[in-house]
């Protein structure tokens, strides 16, 4: 995903599955949409800017999880799929950086928090903050 004025560009690695809903979402867009110079996949094609394109998709995120019967869950909201992402980023590696990147900020306090990762008391931090090696 390109980057926008609070997040940097991010991406991520596509299982079989993940090519697999991608091909079928391009496949769809391609026949609706024809010009693939101004077809996009995730939001409509019309044209707008940066911060209108992302909460196109949130709205469409949002209905998603309504149709899918989430939508009553007050802890389940559009950004909980990128949360999950930053989440899986840092259990796997233990490195809230991958954590950030994942979510694109430049903050690892924001990454942290995203994450639920308590730096500050976390009791392998014991030198001023600084994890011991």
Same mark, same amino acid.
């Not at 496949?27 to 077809?39: E, L």
């Not at 940066?50 to 196109?56: C, E, I, T, W």
């Given at each position: 995903?390109?980057?926008a004025?609070k997040?940097e560009?991010r991406?991520?690695r596509?299982?079989a599955?993940?090519r697999?809903? %991608?091909?079928?979402?391009?496949?769809?867009?391609?026949?609706q949409?024809p010009?693939t110079?101004?077809?996009? %996949?995730a939001?409509s094609?019309r @044209?707008?800017s940066?911060?209108?394109?992302?909460?196109? @998709?949130?709205?469409?995120l949002g209905d %998603?999880?309504?149709?899918?019967g989430l939508?009553?869950? &007050?802890h389940?909201?559009?950004?909980?799929?990128?949360?999950?992402a930053?989440?899986?980023?840092?259990?796997?590696?233990?490195?809230?950086?991958?954590?950030?990147?994942?979510?694109? %900020?430049? @903050?690892?306090?924001?990454?942290?928090?995203?994450?639920?990762?308590?730096?500050?008391t976390?009791?392998?931090?014991t $030198?001023?903050?600084? &994890? $011991?090696?």
């Amino acid at each position: 995903m390109h980057g926008a004025t609070k997040y940097e560009p991010r991406w991520c690695r596509l299982d079989a599955w993940g090519r697999h809903v %991608l091909a079928e979402r391009a496949a769809h867009v391609t026949a609706q949409h024809p010009d693939t110079t101004t077809a996009r %996949l995730a939001v409509s094609s019309r @044209s707008a800017s940066d911060a209108a394109l992302q909460a196109r @998709s949130c709205v469409a995120l949002g209905d %998603l999880l309504r149709r899918i019967g989430l939508g009553t869950d &007050p802890h389940v909201k559009p950004a909980s799929a990128t949360a999950r992402a930053a989440v899986e980023a840092f259990e796997t590696t233990g490195h809230i950086e991958e954590a950030a990147r994942r979510l694109g %900020l430049r @903050s690892l306090d924001r990454a942290a928090g995203v994450v639920g990762y308590g730096w500050r008391t976390d009791p392998a931090c014991t $030198d001023g903050g600084v &994890p $011991d090696a």
